[in-house]
C-alpha cells in the first residue's frame, strides 16, 4: 500500500518501511565512514530499535565489527497498519548486518519480564557464548512486575507547579505549558520504570547464568540538560529515575567487582526522538539547541553521538569521564557560549518569530524521519509492502 503520515499530537501512528531502511542505511555509512575501534565483540543492545539503542547498535558493529543481539518491543503490522518504526529499523538492520556477515538477531518482547532475560540468555549461551558489552537504552512509559503489578512513568516535577513557555508542535502556538507536582507514589513509580533496577536485575541474571565475560563493559543513557528544564528533567520525575540510574552504575561496579565488569551512565545531549518529544516545554528547547548548534557546527544526531561515545569517550585509551565518572556527551550542549545563546532566544521566542529564532524545520526533519518519512529520494507515492 502508499503509507503517508498520520500525525497525531506528538507521535505518527503510521511508518514507512523503505524510509525505515533509509535511515537506517544512512547511519550505517555514517558509522562506517568512522575510525575503526578496538571494541566488544559480542554486544548486547536493550532498546535496541530506535534512537539512541538503535545508533549505539550500528555503532556496535559498524565501528567495532560486532555481533549483536537487540531487545525491543515492537509492534508487527497487522497487514492493515503499518509495523512501528522500531520494527522496520530493526529488519533492514538485521539484513545490513547480515549482508557485512555480522550476526544479528533480535528479541521482540519486554525487557522488564523474567522470561524475555532467561530467551536472552538461551540465545546468548548457544551463539554467542558469553557478552562482553551491555548497552542498556530503554525508554518505556510503563513496566509489568513479575507479580503482575503495573508502574506507570510520569513526567512531573518533584516540587511545585512548573510554568514556562511550550511550544505546541501540532498546531505552531506557544503558551505556556503547566507541569504539575507528582505524588510520591508517582515519582517512585518512575524510578521503577526508568530507574536502573531492572539494568541491574540484567547484569545479575547474566552474570548468574555465566554469560557475562569477565572485564565487560555496561553502559545506560542519561540526561542532564539546561537549568531552564530542570524542573520537569533533572530535578523532576524522570531526573530522580535517572539519579537512580547512576547509583546503580555504582552498584554494578560493587556487586559485580569480581569479573572486573564496569558501569557507565553516558549523558547524552537532547534529541527529537520518540520518547523525548512526549516532554512538555522540551520540543522548543529543542527546536533552539539545534538551530544554535547547527550554526555553530557542532549539532550531532544519534549516530554521530554514538560514534563519538565510541570513538572517543569509550574506546579511545582510557574511558574519559567527569569527576563523578558519567561520560559527558552533552558537552558540546552545555558549552557555555551554545548555553548563553539559547537562553537569550528563549527570552525573545514567540509565535510571530519562532520560525526565525529556532530550527522547526530540523525538528519536523528530524521528526518524520523517525518514522520513515521525508527522504527525498525515497518514493512515497509507490506502493510498499508494509509486511515482513
Ligand atoms: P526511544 O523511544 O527512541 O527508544 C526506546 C527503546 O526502548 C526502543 O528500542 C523500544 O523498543 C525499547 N523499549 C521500550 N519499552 C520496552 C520494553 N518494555 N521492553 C523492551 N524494549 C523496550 O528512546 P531514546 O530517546 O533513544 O531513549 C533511550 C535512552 O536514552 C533513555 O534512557 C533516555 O532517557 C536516554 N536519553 C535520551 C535523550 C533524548 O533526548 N532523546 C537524551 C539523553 C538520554
Same mark, same amino acid.
Given at each position: ?186 515519582? $517512585?513509580?518512575?524510578?521503577? !520504570? %526508568? ?5 541491574? &536485575? ?6 548468574? @547464568? +555465566? #554469560? ?124 557555555? $557560549?551554545?548555553?548563553?545563546? !539559547? %537562553? ?5 521566542? &514567540? ?6 529564532? @529556532? +530550527? #522547526? ?28
Amino acid at each position: 500500500m502508499v503509507v503517508e503520515p498520520k500525525v497525531r499530537g506528538f507521535i505518527c501512528v503510521t511508518a514507512h518501511p523503505e524510509g525505515c531502511k533509509e535511515s537506517v542505511r544512512r547511519q550505517i555509512e555514517y558509522a562506517k565512514s568512522q575510525e575503526r575501534k578496538e571494541s566488544p565483540k559480542k554486544v548486547l543492545v536493550i532498546g535496541c530499535s530506535t534512537g539512541y539503542g538503535l545508533a549505539s547498535r550500528i555503532s556496535a558493529a559498524y565501528i567495532g565489527g560486532a555481533d549483536t543481539l537487540g531487545i525491543m518491543f515492537e509492534k508487527e503490522s497487522n497487514g492493515k497498519r503499518t509495523a512501528t518504526p522500531g520494527y522496520y529499523n530493526t529488519k533492514a538492520f538485521e539484513e545490513f548486518a547480515t549482508k557485512d556477515g555480522l550476526y544479528a538477531k533480535t528479541i521482540n518482547g519486554d525487557a522488564f519480564s523474567v522470561e524475555i532475560k532467561n530467551e536472552a540468555i538461551d540465545i546468548i549461551k548457544r551463539d554467542l557464548g558469553k557478552v562482553d558489552m551491555v548497552i542498556y537504552s530503554l525508554a518505556a512509559p510503563r513496566r509489568t512486575m513479575s507479580d503482575g503489578t503495573v508502574y506507570q512513568s510520569v513526567l512531573k516535577t518533584t516540587s511545585c507547579e512548573f510554568t514556562e513557555k511550550s511550544w505546541n508542535v501540532d498546531n505552531d502556538t506557544i503558551t505556556k505549558g503547566q507541569i504539575p507536582v507528582a505524588t510520591e507514589e508517582e515519582t $517512585d513509580a518512575t524510578v521503577k !520504570v %526508568m530507574g536502573g533496577e531492572d539494568w541491574m &536485575d540484567w547484569i545479575d541474571a547474566l552474570s548468574k @547464568a +555465566d #554469560v557475562l565475560a569477565d572485564n565487560a563493559i555496561t553502559v545506560a543513557y542519561s540526561y542532564i540538560g539546561p537549568e531552564l528544564t530542570y524542573p520537569v528533567y533533572f530535578k523532576g520525575t524522570i531526573g530522580m529515575a535517572k539519579k537512580h540510574l547512576y547509583e546503580s552504575s555504582l552498584r554494578i561496579n560493587e556487586l559485580h567487582k569480581d569479573k572486573n565488569v564496569k558501569a557507565y551512565v553516558s549523558v547524552n545531549k537532547a534529541l527529537v526522538t520518540q520518547a523525548s518529544s512526549a516532554i512538555p516545554v522540551v520540543p522548543l528547547y529543542f527546536a533552539i539547541l539545534y538551530k544554535v548548534m547547527k550554526e555553530k557546527n557542532i549539532h550531532e544526531g544519534c549516530i554521530e553521538q554514538m560514534s563519538r561515545l565510541y570513538t572517543e569517550k569509550l574506546f579511545n585509551g582510557d574511558v574519559i569521564t567527569d569527576a563523578t565518572g558519567k561520560i559527558r556527551l552533552d558537552d558540546w550542549e552545555l558549552r557555555e $557560549d551554545v548555553q548563553k545563546e !539559547v %537562553m537569550d532566544i528563549w527570552e525573545r521566542i &514567540d509565535e510571530e518569530n519562532i520560525r526565525k529564532l @529556532a +530550527d #522547526v524545520e530540523g525538528y519536523w526533519e528530524d521528526f518524520y524521519h523517525m518514522f520513515g518519512f521525508k527522504y527525498d529520494n525515497i518514493d512515497y507515492t509507490k506502493d510498499v509492502e508494509i509486511q515482513s
